[in-house]
């Protein structure tokens, strides 16, 4: 089998797990290398669906010894599989790195005899871009369940982003998904491992949404705990979509608009640092509602509209259309005494106005928060 | 707040092609607390302008493709709308310091290498002889490239089941879909049937 014949095999395994470029925490500049990874948070080309292609996201090989149901490259599939070997690996993604092809290199893959023996692969491959091609850009790679300790330092020090798939967000739900891999310890206990080592582009992880009937609550929980308990950078979401000739091939699809709300809710746990009390609060049957978690927050928790100058960083971040950016730029505007007295100023600023508006108190100008509030509540009850 | 300072920004702003200096006079002498928040309407100006350029090397950062010679030149042929073509190598001088690195375009032939960008207005094949004899980084057979491994790569991470035209269209603008380098993926979305979406 050739390189190119494998690609369409172990691309194609990989087509499903979510990742993108992070800017790593530090990058030591010499001049006897090829590639960085410090502005690399950017985007080659694209597929037709949409989903930005950055990183060269392969699988070492395709044979796998679990049998998670959703997963097309589970043991019992008769499918045809492929592996790589290391210096095909190495060199066919320098190939395309030098012209500006991909970013860096997302190395995942099925477990052949086991997790130790595929880690020292991948190993082998990551260490020979390292080493033999002076590769210094960005590597992301996936530490397998059940993976020793020792190799996941080993693949730390090469990588500058590693991640374990919790794939669902509590053992229960796991076991509903597989039948011999152990959530605690296949992968809390290496997780735990992941939280103490120094990577410079952190962890993340990754959730299969609807493949186990679990509501948002479940899945929003076991994300809060990640990033308070396990120091993840990002959890990842990824919507359920039924594979041929798998258990689960008839179950329903989850739609794309779930794994938006749940990215939106997460951005705002992460970044906005939002209680996930509050996001509950506007939560029925633990699922959350149609629409941007955020305006549905400030509809359910904002009394009166508030005074952009004189609010708090934070009580300006509950406002939906504000964000950290016009955030700054209006406390920056407070801390020089600057009046903000239109709207004009608003719009110049950055702030969306279209989401903005009624929860704004400006001089001059009619609020409408409370007559928009009853408009919205009408909407959602049809 | 913003990114960029005022010198910064009308630096910026120069480089574009409808770039006017009464512009950054004006701006220069407003309040400069209102204009580093853009409140004003010449200082949104002027930010448009340098959002713009930095847009379009933002842009080309990412879908610029190079080819390598059998002698280590990594070389592109792109006109930017706007004079960038130094920017644009700096940032890949930064990123392959081992080699030399061509941006051929109709304003001239932009040469960056070892942390300086020189303009030739020489043709194209003169300036590669010239530079052929200068001593590279060892390129480990990454001259050879098949094409089919690109087209192999992207198209098995499409996913059928989430088309959407929309967003493919906001993540490759129109004008980048158009460069020669972006062949296969113009062919894979043109060649879908509105169905498919």
């Known amino acids: ?382 | 707040m913003c990114r960029f300072n005022i010198n910064q920004k009308i630096e910026y702003a120069e480089r574009h092609r409808d770039f006017d200096k009464s512009l950054a006079g004006a701006v220069l002498e407003q309040n400069p607390r209102l204009v580093n928040v853009q409140a004003t309407r010449e200082s949104r100006k002027l930010y448009n302008l340098c959002s713009k350029v930095h847009s379009e090397l933002n842009h080309l950062v990412c879908f610029l493709r190079f080819n390598v010679n059998s002698t280590g030149i990594l070389y592109a042929k792109h006109t930017p709308q706007n004079k960038i073509e130094d920017l644009i190598l700096q940032f890949f001088m930064f990123r392959f310091p081992l080699f030399i690195l061509v941006l051929e375009s109709k304003r001239g032939i932009f040469v960056g290498y070892k942390n300086r960008i020189v303009k030739y207005e020489d043709s194209f094949e003169n300036v590669m002889k010239k530079l052929e004899k200068i001593p590279k980084a060892e390129l480990k057979d990454l001259e050879q490239f098949d094409n089919k491994i690109w087209e192999s790569f992207y198209k098995s991470q499409i996913i059928k089941q989430r088309f959407n035209k929309k967003l493919f269209k906001k993540q490759i603008p129109k004008k980048y879909l158009k460069m020669q380098s972006f062949e296969i993926e113009k062919r894979d979305f043109e060649n879908r049937s509105l169905n498919e979406f």
């Open chain 1, 1 to 382: 089998m050739n390189t190119v014949e494998k690609l369409k095999i172990l691309g194609a395994g990989a087509r499903y797990d979510a990742c993108s470029c992070y800017p790593p925490q530090y990058f030591k500049a010499d001049n006897d290398r090829i590639g960085e990874s410090i502005g690399c948070a950017i985007t080659h080309s694209a597929t037709p669906d949409g989903k930005p292609v950055s990183l060269f996201k392969v699988l070492y090989t395709n044979s796998c010894i679990f049998d998670c149901k959703y997963c097309a490259n589970r043991r019992s599939n008769n499918k045809e599989t492929a592996i790589f070997e290391k210096e095909e690996l190495a060199k066919t993604f320098m190939s395309l790195y030098v012209r500006n092809y991909v970013e860096g290199l997302f190395l995942s893959s099925g477990i052949i005899k086991d997790s130790d023996y595929t880690a020292e692969l991948m190993l082998g491959a990551v260490s020979l871009l390292r080493n033999k091609y002076k590769f210094k850009g960005y590597i992301h790679t996936k530490i397998l369940p059940g993976t020793s300790e020792c190799l996941i330092k080993q693949i730390a020090e090469c990588a500058d982003r590693i991640s374990i798939n919790l794939e669902a967000p509590n053992n229960s739900r796991m076991k509903q998904l597989s039948s011999n891999k152990d959530y605690k310890i296949d992968i809390l206990r290496r997780q735990r491992w992941m939280r103490s080592l120094n990577v410079s582009a952190g962890r993340s992880t990754q959730f299969v949404i609807g493949a186990a009937d679990e509501n948002d609550e479940e899945i929003l929980d076991m994300a809060n705990w990640e990033y308070k308990n396990m120091r993840l950078q990002k959890a990842y979401y990824s919507a359920f979509n039924p594979v041929q000739n798998t258990p689960l091939e008839t179950h329903d699809k989850t739609p794309l608009t779930r794994e938006v709300k749940l990215y939106r809710a997460d951005f705002l746990i992460r970044s906005y640092k939002y209680d996930l009390k509050e996001i509950k609060s506007i939560m029925a049957n633990g699922m959350l509602p149609e629409g941007d978690p955020k305006l549905n927050i400030a509809l359910a928790s904002m009394d009166s509209p508030i005074d952009l100058n004189r609010a708090s960083y934070s009580e300006l971040l509950k406002v939906p259309g504000i964000g950290h950016r016009s955030s700054q730029r209006i406390m920056e505007l407070q801390r020089n005494h600057v009046k903000i007295e239109n709207f004009e100023q608003l719009r110049n600023i950055g702030i969306v106005l279209k989401r903005a508006r009624n929860f704004i108190k400006m001089k001059g100008y009619q609020t409408r928060l409370t007559q928009f509030r009853e408009m919205k509540n009408v909407q959602i009850q049809h």
